[in-house]
């Protein structure tokens, strides 16, 4: 009688021990599906996919003097990159002005990042828009960088609905 009670508690500790084994490759297969982990990289005139849109950047111009404003800094010059945007989902898209970011290497070589302005030339996008199923829509991202910059790369990492983070498009930027 003790032996059967010992082979029974022998095979529930074992089938514990081979459940808690299989568990990790269950989560395994309920790994998102979505794509993530990936690093794009893009040269000037390259149409961008993403999951949500497409996107290029039609032109880019820096200057310390855009539509009658100066930058406070005066060692620093506007950049105006003019993108276009392609809603490629089956809903409305929403966008706001941290979606795409400057990055570059400062003097000492570290890595600096810059948000957009908050709009105050014509044409620049608003600080959150959104864009509808299918539409085309054009405008300004502006920028604050200094007077000496002559390259950085302009970032969208893709962000879903619940925070989950998807591929990385980094497109390359040269400027005089």
């Known amino acids: 009688m003790q032996g059967d009670v010992f082979m029974s508690r022998s095979r529930r500790f074992f089938i514990l021990i081979l459940l808690l084994l299989l568990l990790p490759a269950c989560s395994l297969m309920t790994k998102d ?99 509808a199923k299918d539409e085309v829509l054009s405008g300004l991202l502006v920028y604050e960088i200094p007077k000496n910059l002559k390259q950085a790369i302009l970032v969208y990492q893709e962000i879903y609905e619940d925070n989950f983070k998807g591929n990385i498009h980094n497109l390359h930027l040269f400027f005089e």
């Open 33 to 131: 599906p979505r794509p993530h982990g990936e690093k794009y990289t893009y040269e000037m005139g390259d149409t961008i996919t993403t999951a949500f849109f497409t996107w290029s950047l039609d032109s880019l111009q820096t200057g310390r003097n855009m539509q009658n404003f100066l930058p406070e800094d005066r060692q620093s010059q506007f950049l105006a990159c003019e993108i276009h945007l392609h809603n490629t989902t089956s809903s409305a898209l929403p966008m706001s002005y941290a979606d795409f970011k400057l990055v570059y290497a400062d003097e000492v070589g570290k890595e600096q990042t810059l948000y957009p302005l908050e709009p105050f030339l014509e044409g620049q996008l608003p600080d959150s828009y959104t864009i």
